[in-house]
């Protein structure tokens, strides 16, 4: 099956560097202790913009620290991929096989989707055990499509990434605005509601916005499906959008570069 040997090659490829295992753990460990530390300033000092999420800012920020590996992932492994694919010859290879574009960008990122989410658990395991975390009863059932529908516009903004990639070669600032964008205005390190209201439209149409607000409901307060459902409602809309952005725009790019003959260039 082609996405386990897509899975598999990955796997082999992260067990070769073992100790990147190991400094990923450790960079988890100091960012959960950096944001531990800052959050003691916060201590038995009520914030109202804080009172939405339970009133401590070190669950808040946590979750939201979490979040952004997972961002960074679904908005750039399709670029990588295809970029390292140019580097290396063997894009044509693979685009000349029975092989659908689609079948290779999503089974290259299942590795990706895989390993970031072992890392988000073991931010939660760590503020749990190391910080005495603790969370309220959660609704899974919330909680999963929480995290599936922040994934599936970023899994559109990854394709557009990579039909830049396809056309221009180098750069990918889609990708990086989508990055620097979430964590400025989407609600990572400090809640939407202290920016200055010119911004708030800005933050309205990043799906980390909505995807924080939804899953912080949840861990935080306990949020069910309906509690959440216009956070929800909103993802839908965002993935309907941005996944059909992000698939016009990959068939064109590679069109376009079948076209050029450049799919070797790089």
Not at 208 to 217: D, F
Request: glycine content about 8%; proline content about 4%.
């Amino acid at each position: 099956m082609k996405f386990l040997a897509f899975l598999r090659r990955d796997f082999k490829t992260a067990a070769s560097y073992r100790l990147n295992f190991v400094s990923q753990g450790f960079r988890i460990l100091i960012t959960t202790f950096s944001f531990f530390l800052i959050s003691k300033m916060f201590d038995g000092q009520p914030s109202s913009s804080l009172e939405p999420y339970g009133g401590h800012y070190f669950p808040f920020v946590l979750i939201g620290v979490a979040l952004t590996d997972f961002i960074a992932t679904a908005t750039n492994t399709f670029s990588n991929e295809i970029r390292t694919a140019q580097m290396l010859g063997t894009l044509e290879s693979l685009l000349v096989t029975p092989t659908s574009i689609s079948t290779i960008l999503i089974s290259s990122f299942s590795y990706k989707l895989l390993s970031t989410s072992f890392r988000i658990i073991f931010y939660f395991l760590v503020g749990i055990f190391v910080f005495g975390l603790s969370y309220p009863s959660v609704n899974a059932a919330a909680l999963a499509l929480s995290f599936l529908l922040t994934l599936l516009p970023l899994f559109g903004i990854g394709l557009l990434s990579a039909s830049f990639i396809l056309v221009f070669k180098q750069g990918n600032p889609v990708g990086s605005l989508i990055v620097m964008t979430s964590g400025l205005l989407g609600g990572v390190v400090y809640p939407v509601s202290v920016l200055p209201k010119w911004l708030l439209p800005f933050s309205d149409i990043l799906p980390v916005t909505h995807g924080l607000e939804a899953i912080r409901q949840v861990l935080l307060n306990g949020a069910g499906i309906v509690e959440i459902r216009r956070q929800l409602v909103i993802l839908c809309l965002l993935s309907l959008l941005f996944v059909a952005l992000g698939s016009v725009s990959i068939y064109y790019g590679l069109k376009i570069a079948k076209k050029e003959g450049s799919l070797l260039h790089y």
